[in-house]
């Protein structure tokens, strides 16, 4: 826009100056002010200034005329001499140079973001030039860009025709059934155009994405395995990525006969990806199934050594599900001694002796997680804590309104979006990228409380009402403490309410 009005201004001021300049020679005609003469084959002319301007565009119009004609004779020559084609060349070259520039208008249209006139030049190309891989093209990308869906799709469908364009078409069209929610036809698009070109990375990755959606796991494990032989993916993606993916057909099975099948998918998993947690939860699960306890302990290990995780600790812990508080403290030393100084080892060492009901230990497993890095989970072990050690109520209730607008804890996340999932999975529900779930704190809180949720431990702490007794469970240690805190959350709030709805002089009472 401000380009076209330079170049409006720059017109409007040559204008003005050609005429002032012309007009001032008209004026001055005849003075002497400027005069020439020219002296040919013995006659001397005397020119004013006017008949001087004169002389010089007619000049320069002659030579432009006999330069063409030159070139017209030069053409009839050669045709004389048997080229047959040299007329059909000597016009060719006009029409090619206005098509060319026409198509060079319409690439500059389509960079600004003016769909319409590019395919208005795309047009008038295409009548100047027989260059149709180039001028439809740009038509499709002109219609894309003004909004004409089935203008798009007409010219795309013309590409197909073309050896050249046909990856170009199938794309396009392709690209268009996404756009529109078409899932099915767009899989079917992008398995034509990765056969056509199997090392284009875009399109790899939209069919191994479309094929994850579709939950067809083998033919995406295939996709992997191209991309790979290709050159267009690192063999360690690659490893992961499959492990994924096997994963995700091992929790597709849900048919009690194929269980075998959805283990042995899990173990596979597990061991192209050790640290990949749900796939070590899953295959030490089938190895506790088969009756093969040590080899799920070495699969928990093994993940745990590279990321603890509560799915690791409850997956461990069902090892043995029959076994006393005390005695699974002692088993879980094999896990807590990796790695002493982890957050997640920490919580579950106090949870561990919350369910031995040795609650100093507990306090001492804390350590300064209380005041570094408080969330939920670790204020609901601490009011276990306090509880356990008989504390009063007001100091255990006061703790749990505290967990009530702490954080929630790690996560998993998507990376490529932040979206937070219950479970892991191997698409994003939200935007739909393949393995994007991250075990982490989300970015933000994915519960957004009033602001007068803050004086909630105030409140309760101010609170001495002993009807109501919060009785925190220590005797298992499968139980959570974020199902503690889930159990109290009503009643803190509640309790909260009546003491806002009470008369004040009862409340100073």
Not at 359 to 372: K, Q, S
Not at 419 to 426: D, K, L, S
């Amino acid at each position: 826009m401000l380009w076209s009005l330079i170049k409006i201004v720059v017109f409007v001021a040559l204008v003005a100056a050609l005429t002032l300049g012309f007009g001032f020679l008209i004026e001055n005609d005849g003075t002497g002010l400027a005069q020439a003469q020219i002296t040919l084959m013995g006659m001397e002319y005397t020119l004013s200034p006017v008949m001087l301007v004169l002389l010089l565009i007619v000049t320069v119009i002659g030579l432009y005329v006999l330069f063409k004609v030159a070139g017209f004779l030069v053409a009839v020559l050669k045709w004389i001499n048997g080229d047959e084609t040299a007329f059909s060349r000597y016009f060719d070259r006009n029409r090619e140079r206005r098509g060319y520039q026409a198509l060079s208008e319409g690439l500059m249209a389509l960079a600004s973001g003016e769909g319409q006139l590019a395919m208005a030049k795309a047009k008038k190309a295409g009548r100047y030039l027989d260059r149709p891989e180039l001028t439809d093209l740009l038509t499709a990308q002109g219609a894309e860009m003004a909004g004409d869906a089935r203008k798009a799709e007409e010219v795309y469908k013309k590409l197909l025709g073309n050896e050249q364009t046909r990856f170009v078409g199938v794309r396009g069209l392709m690209k268009q059934k996404l756009a529109g929610g078409d899932t099915d036809t767009a899989l079917k698009l992008a398995e034509r155009a990765f056969a056509i070109k199997p090392k284009h990375g875009e399109v790899g990755d939209t069919l191994l994405r479309l094929q994850a959606e579709s939950k067809d796991f083998v033919g995406a494990r295939k996709t992997l395995a191209t991309k790979l032989k290709n050159g267009a993916l690192p063999r360690d993606v690659h490893k992961r990525r499959d492990a994924v993916l096997a994963l995700s057909t091992a929790l597709e099975i849900k048919d009690g006969d194929e269980r075998a099948k959805a283990v042995e998918a899990a173990i596979a998993a597990n061991k192209a990806s050790p640290d990949l947690v749900p796939a070590a939860a899953m295959a030490a699960q089938g190895f506790i199934e088969q009756g093969r306890k040590r080899n799920a302990r070495n699969v928990i290990k093994k993940a745990w050594e590279v990321h603890p995780h509560p799915d690791l600790a409850a997956a461990f812990a069902a090892i043995e599900p029959e076994e006393t508080a005390e005695a699974r403290l002692k088993r879980f030393e094999f896990l807590l001694r990796i790695k002493p100084e982890d957050r997640e080892n920490k919580l579950l060492r106090a949870e561990l002796n919350l369910a031995a009901e040795d609650f100093p230990a507990a306090r001492r497993a804390l350590g300064d997680l209380v005041e570094t890095d408080a969330d939920a989970r670790v204020l609901a072990i601490m009011a276990a804590v306090e509880r356990g050690e008989g504390s009063s109520d007001t100091v255990v209730r006061g703790w749990l309104a505290k967990a009530v607008t702490a954080p929630r804890g790690p996560q998993w996340v998507c990376d490529n979006c932040n979206t937070i999932h219950a479970e892991w999975a191997p698409l994003c529900s939200n935007c739909s990228a393949f393995d994007t779930l991250t075990w982490t704190n989300p970015p933000q809180s994915e519960v957004v409380l009033p602001a007068s949720a803050n004086m909630l431990p105030l409140i309760v702490g101010a609170l001495e009402d002993k009807s109501a007794e919060v009785v925190v469970p220590v005797d298992e240690a499968d139980v959570s403490a974020d199902e503690v805190v889930e159990t109290v959350d009503a009643e803190v709030i509640e309790d909260a309410e009546t003491l806002e709805d009470e008369p004040k002089e009862d409340a100073a009472k």
